[in-house]
């Protein structure tokens, strides 16, 4: 099986919302009962040019199918940080899927490698529990090293006093990207007629 029908699927669920109807099942994913925690991520444009419009996932293993369904939706419509995605706008998108796999937890929470490793954080700080994530490519993407990527994590979660004193705990992780455009998940449904 191509893992990009992962991301057919999520094109998939995401155009059956926008134009009210049923979801398509080219790809038999009810079958896609391997629990995975994952990120379902979609981006508008080119290269350098590439801008987020939406990324939602989870640490919680559960069957593929149940995240990409929901996931897709939460990451199209449900991000906070963008402004829902359009029906009008699909042929601009491209899909990612990450497939979180290999975590670990670190001691320290610099011990990761950049473009290998997301990092996970959680600590509290005036009986307030903060958590955030980054996936393995956006601290390379924003060419961070580990002590600028874990600051960045720090402000993410909402915390913005001191952190010298912070008790972090830290689990580093890697990633299966998968990636598709708009216009491959078009080709795709053509060839299953």
């Avoid at 473009?115 to 996936?135: D, P």
């Amino acid at each position: 099986m191509d893992k990009k029908e992962y991301c057919y699927y999520c094109f998939e669920v995401v155009a059956a919302t926008l134009e009210h109807r049923k979801v398509r099942d080219k790809w038999n994913a009810k079958s896609w009962t391997r629990s995975i925690p994952l990120f379902v991520k979609f981006a508008s444009g080119k290269g350098h040019d590439k801008q987020l419009r939406g990324c939602i996932g989870t640490f919680r293993a559960r069957p593929l199918v149940t995240n990409l369904t929901y996931f897709s939706k939460q990451a199209a419509f449900c991000d906070e940080r963008f402004r829902p995605i359009s029906l009008g706008e699909l042929a601009l998108l491209e899909c990612q899927i990450d497939l979180l796999v290999d975590f670990e937890p670190i001691d320290d929470p610099l011990d990761w490698e950049v473009g290998i490793h997301g990092v996970s954080i959680k600590f509290t700080a005036n009986g307030i529990r903060y958590s955030s994530t980054y996936l393995p490519s956006v601290a390379a993407e924003q060419r961070w090293d580990q002590e600028e990527t874990l600051e960045s994590l720090i402000h993410k979660a909402g915390y913005y006093g001191s952190i010298r004193s912070l008790q972090i705990t830290a689990t580093r992780y890697k990633s299966l990207e998968i990636g598709c455009t708009y216009e491959e998940y078009l080709h795709n449904l053509e060839l299953l007629g």
